[in-house]
């Protein structure tokens, strides 16, 4: 150990509670970074799981140019079996095709508008939570059957229950007319109210007679396992269109860049409190070094009379910021560590969160995601701005004349 | 060949509204091996004499010049530099580091200037030895007596084998016996290493074992006398 860590180790030590004060606070602030910073990117992540796995999935393969201006002829040929052999290729059942259209639905009584979306039934509630929130009656019970599964919105203001008819009227996919009846047999409640009005689901092969798609679709809609498995999915699924050059596979980013962006607001937001923690930290540490220095105003002078620089007692305020960051550090992310850890296995909750879980089928509890990124992120930031903060007092010590200094009491 | 010159050096200070005189017009030539002992009372401009000799204090016109440098024309770098390299210091107040031992205070010095851990261990070890503090140098300062403060103090001082030390009051705190002791420890260094010594004093004792001793008074020199019997020689 060098003289000055030495030394810079032990004035730490000359005002313990001063010094584990300040520590103190290192550590408290390390701890709630470290937590905070886990359970945000845990929650983003579930965020982002959850949001997808609703209904947009983790990809899509789609025409080229469909997501910029969705058309009905802007299909894909033979979409079930196509969605069959990205399943193979992908040994992974939570892949569906759809088809999208739009048809004015009328109940005995009133209109409205609609997206009716035609899914595979067998597969639809693998890639998508909308199957899961049908509050009365149940999903479809074939691939060609005339049914229809609508909002719960929708319903009341169709005036329609379960067993009802509903006629729907829109465009073909080659222009013609469309019409065609279909039996109620499931309301679902998304808790988005946008969508539990205006949008309805049929099974995809009566939705490909209905519309005349000729067994075409509008897109496949594929879950990875995970979000780190997208992109090695992707390339996946890319091999399996080789022969299909009018095809693309497109990630959520490319699907819902609104998702990403609201991610990155929430992270800015937040580290804007964080900002606020770490200031505070740093002016502690600020006041604890700047009375460190003046207290000391007499050794500094006798030090700089036996020929030692300022820019080397400067180096010595700045060794023991250091040295109190790192036990801040250190100790502050081990125990963000292990109550973090803790937490990302048994889970997190608040009042209130269970019933809102189940009522938009989500999980019922938050599990924070310990990664080097979250453990190390707030701590190091922490550090630098304590090391920022003891820049003023080490600059003192080149104003200070050694006769000077040396009266100093 | 002369350590040190002084060619009249001016020095005033303001306190509140009135101006005191530290210096005025002092001009003294210091030979190298000299024991010299600034005396005279509080006031009469010794310490600052003492303090402009090792740059710790520039004055307000005037020459100094330490071996072949001209300490007032320095900048605080090299000045730094010539006090770590030239001159070492011991003060009323012992001043040393209070969270090094003895050890670590003596080796401090020579750590600045980059000297290998080994030959400082090797030297620290030997000074301590030869100012009577063996076994005591894991001992931190609170740890010492006075006496023994002072000689960690004087044991740094001349460490680095300095051409100059400069000692203002370093018997202030002390018994007579330490006293006693460290003048013949001061005596000692200075007939077998050949270090200058001036030290500042109004102690009667100290000024009996000076070879010359300079009178001040209102910053300026009232006498200046080579004596002949100092009252210590070591052989």
New interface residues.
């Given amino acids: 150990m ?2 000055t860590l ?2 810079a180790w ?2 730490l030590w ?1 005002h313990k509670r001063r010094t584990w004060l300040t520590v103190g606070a290192m550590i408290f602030s390390n701890l709630i970074l470290v937590f905070s910073i886990s359970l945000q990117l845990g929650s983003y992540q579930m965020m982002i799981d959850n949001s997808l796995k609703s209904y947009t999935g983790h990809m899509q393969i789609q025409r080229e140019g469909y997501n910029e201006e969705p058309k009905m002829r802007s299909s894909i040929d033979a979409i079930i079996s196509l969605a069959g052999r990205v399943r193979d290729q992908l040994g992974n059942e939570s892949v569906a095709a759809r088809g999208v259209a739009f048809a004015m639905t009328s109940s005995e009584e009133r209109s409205y508008g609609l997206q009716i979306i035609g899914v595979e039934p067998e597969y639809e509630p693998k890639v998508s939570t909308l199957p899961g929130l049908i509050t009365r009656g149940g999903y479809f019970t074939g691939l060609n059957t005339e049914e229809i599964i609508i909002g719960a919105v929708l319903a009341r203001n169709l005036r329609v229950g379960i067993g009802d008819e509903l006629t729907l009227l829109g465009s073909g996919h080659d222009g013609s007319f469309a019409a065609g009846i279909a039996i109620v047999t499931g309301i679902f409640e998304s808790g988005i109210a946008e969508i539990d009005r205006s949008m309805a689901q049929l099974p995809i092969g009566y939705f490909q007679d209905l519309f005349g798609m000729e067994g075409r679709g509008h897109n496949i809609v594929i879950n990875a396992a995970d979000l780190s498995e997208v992109e090695s999915a992707k390339q996946s699924v890319s091999s399996v269109l080789k022969d299909r050059d009018e095809l693309v596979v497109l990630d959520w980013e490319l699907l819902q860049p609104g998702l990403k962006q609201a991610i990155q607001a929430d992270f800015t937001s937040a580290w804007f409190m964080y900002g606020v923690l770490i200031v505070l930290v740093a002016f502690s540490v600020l006041n604890t070094q700047l009375m460190s220095v003046l207290e000391r105003t ?2 500094f002078g ?9 820019a ?1 007692l400067g180096s010595l305020v700045i060794t023991e910021t250091a040295v109190m960051s790192g036990l801040g550090l250190a100790i502050g992310a081990l125990l963000g560590i292990v109550m973090t850890w803790y937490l990302s296995i048994v889970g997190f909750s608040y009042p209130g969160m269970e019933d809102m879980a189940e009522r938009f089928n989500l999980p019922d509890r938050m599990y924070p995601s310990l990664s080097i990124l979250s453990i190390m992120l707030g701590p190091s930031v922490v550090f630098v701005f304590s090391l920022l903060a003891s820049i003023y007092p080490a600059i003192r010590l080149f104003f200070l ?3 000077t200094a ?1 009266r100093a009491v | 060949m002369s350590s040190i010159v002084c060619k009249d050096l001016c020095k005033t200070f303001q306190q509140g509204e009135e101006i005191i005189t530290g210096l005025d017009h002092v001009s003294i030539e210091i030979e190298a091996g000299d024991f010299v002992c600034l005396s005279g009372p509080s006031g009469s401009g010794k310490t600052t004499l003492l303090n402009a000799m090792g740059g710790l204090d520039t004055p307000d016109s005037g020459q100094i010049q330490v071996g072949d440098t001209r300490v007032d024309q320095l900048g605080k770098g090299p000045l730094a530099d010539m006090r770590l390299h030239k001159i070492g210091f011991v003060f009323q107040a012992y001043n040393l580091i209070p969270v090094l031992t003895a050890r670590e205070n003596v080796e401090f010095v020579m750590q600045v200037r980059g000297e290998p851990a080994q030959e400082r261990s090797h030297r620290s070890h030997d000074i301590l030895k030869e100012v009577g503090l063996e076994g005591m140098e894991d001992r931190r300062p609170a740890q010492l007596s006075g006496g023994q403060q002072q000689r960690v103090a004087v044991a740094r001082a001349i460490v680095s084998q300095p051409a100059l030390v400069l000692a203002d009051e370093p018997t202030a705190n002390l018994d007579s016996v330490t006293a006693t002791q460290l003048m013949d420890l001061f005596v000692e260094l200075n007939q077998h290493h050949n270090i200058t010594f001036v030290i500042a004093t109004h102690d009667t004792r100290v000024m009996a074992y000076a070879k010359r001793l300079i009178k001040m008074r209102d910053g300026k020199i009232i006498s200046d006398e080579k004596q002949q019997h100092p009252s210590t020689v070591v052989s």
Avoid at chain 1, 302 to 310: E, I, N, Q, R, T
């Fill in positions: 060098t003289i030495r030394m032990r004035n000359r007499r050794e006798v030090m700089m009379a036996l020929g030692v620089k300022p080397r004349q050694p006769v040396m």
